[in-house]
């Protein structure tokens, strides 16, 4: 699976736009970006995936560059309870059927009131 | 639904001791893994099961051992704890290789001394 790369941190004020970024350069054609978070220490949740064409759900919306080397999560209206690490996950789907998710240190975001 | 569980929470165990951590889920997914956790980092995958009787490891198996006797249940087991084993086990399902959604438990807080 090819790697991910995001910041490290980042803030956002209530009621904004939280756009986090991610890099994966090395992505494959057959290869999905998928994206979860961690709120303080809970399992991991889902948001939101795509292959190439941009997608939305209630959570957020997936926008993905048309080379797909990168794409960026967007959380439209921020809220405190969206403080959380943010996992960008590159992932092909397995013929074996190893769903294995790779996580990476993900983007802390921070949201201020 | 009660979704993914996971038993203890919280667990201290002596160096060479020995202890199962449980999981178990009630959606009827095929598909279940074992993610340890260390401070800061992302989620490692330990072992993997794509159906009862069926199991697979994952990044990091050495020191760990699984079973899946029922499609519900798929504990895992440290024979000989040791300090490096210190972390945070998550538990996840998913219906199928195709559902792009993992479903984690709230996890299990483990510490060897």
């Known amino acids: 699976d090819a790697k991910t790369t995001q910041p490290p941190s980042m803030d956002c004020a209530e009621g904004r736009a939280a756009n986090l970024p991610c890099n994966h350069s090395t992505i494959s054609g057959n290869e999905y970006v998928y994206w979860y978070r961690q709120i303080h220490s809970q399992g991991p949740q889902y948001i939101i995936h795509g292959l190439k064409n941009n997608e939305t759900n209630e959570m957020a919306s997936l926008i993905i560059t048309e080379d797909r080397k990168s794409s960026t999560l967007i959380l439209p209206h921020a809220t405190l309870r969206d403080t959380a690490v943010y996992y960008c996950?590159?992932?092909?789907?397995?013929?074996?059927?190893?769903?294995?998710?790779?996580f990476g240190t993900g983007t802390r975001l921070t949201i201020i009131p | 639904n009660a979704g993914v569980t996971q038993t203890p929470k919280f667990r201290i165990l002596k160096i060479g001791q020995s202890m199962t951590l449980q999981c178990t889920q009630d959606?009827?997914?095929?598909?279940m893994y074992w993610y340890r956790q260390d401070p800061g980092m992302g989620l490692k995958l330990i072992y993997y099961?794509?159906?009862?009787?069926?199991?697979d490891k994952g990044e990091v198996p050495n020191g760990y051992n699984v079973s899946r006797s029922t499609t519900e249940d798929f504990p895992l087991r440290l024979e000989l704890a040791a300090p490096s084993q210190t972390s945070v086990y998550f538990c996840?399902?998913?219906?199928?290789?195709?559902?792009?959604?993992?479903?984690f438990g709230p996890g299990t807080r483990l510490t060897v001394l």
């Open positions: 959606m009827n997914h095929n598909y």
């Open positions: 099961s794509v159906g009862a009787g069926i199991t």
């Open positions: 996950i590159v992932r092909v789907e397995s013929n074996f059927g190893n769903e294995k998710l790779t």
């Open positions: 996840a399902s998913s219906y199928s290789r195709r559902a792009p959604e993992q479903f």
